[in-house]
């Protein structure tokens, strides 16, 4: 999927302190959005606003990993917040409502992209970081291609009107599934759903060297019996 870009604004927290970089398009762009490593965050075209500030002396994110971010960013805009190593945003409310928000890996932390392809020009942000306990980042990183890892961990951390948050507590409802989580799913012993597996009755893949179980998969093998 591309998306047509006019203004780039790349936020990248280093803890004590924090980058803003803002780039201009001469001309609006198209930028692929189809994988979870998108290649170069700004095209060689985009140009740096230099008389911008690009260092901030302060923290983004306060003691309690909270932040609050207010951009300028208009139509077609696209905002990056870059993470530091070893985090993940536990909680994004965005607004307005028309944003499309997304995650990739960088060379080693998480990025997100907030789009803007509304007819509002302002963006607010209220976030809240903790550690990767899951690890995301190697999750993402090994299945770049796989749309559901991203889609999982921006549903459960997003606060969006009409949007199904998914329960931390219940690994269940997740659409990829690990073998235990597909057991208990079905009620089953683990060692069920192995034999399954590698009988070919219960549908699965392979993903990063692992096999895997999809939620809408099992369910359509279950309605036809």
Known sequence: MAILVNKIIHIHDCGAHYNRLEFENPKSIHIDHSTGDF?????????????????FKISLFNKAGNAKII???????????????GE??????????????DVRY??????YSFYNSGAN????????????????YL??????????W???????????PNVQQVDKSNPIIRELMTADQAAEYLQVKKKTIQN?????????CHIGGTVRYRKNEIDRELSKK
Not at 39 to 55: F, Q
Not at 139 to 148: G, M, Q, R, S, V
Not at 150 to 156: G, H, P, S, V
């Open 39 to 55: 290649g170069r965050l700004v095209p060689p075209s985009a140009k740096l606003k230099l008389n911008e500030p690009l260092d």
């Open 121 to 136: 020009d302002h963006i607010s942000l209220s976030l809240s970081v903790e550690l990767d306990n899951q690890n995301a």
């Open 139 to 148: 999750k993402i990183k090994a299945n770049k291609t796989d749309l559901e």
């Open 106 to 111: 960088g060379n080693d932390s998480l990025i």
């Open 196 to 204: 399954w597996t590698s009988k070919g009755t219960i549908p699965h």
């Open 88 to 101: 993940i945003l536990n909680e994004i409310f965005v607004e307005p409502d028309s944003i499309f928000t």
């Open 150 to 160: 991203r889609q999982y961990f921006i549903k459960k951390a997003l606060r969006k």
């Open 71 to 85: 951009e300028d960013i208009g139509q077609n805009g696209l905002l990056y917040l870059e993470l530091k190593k």
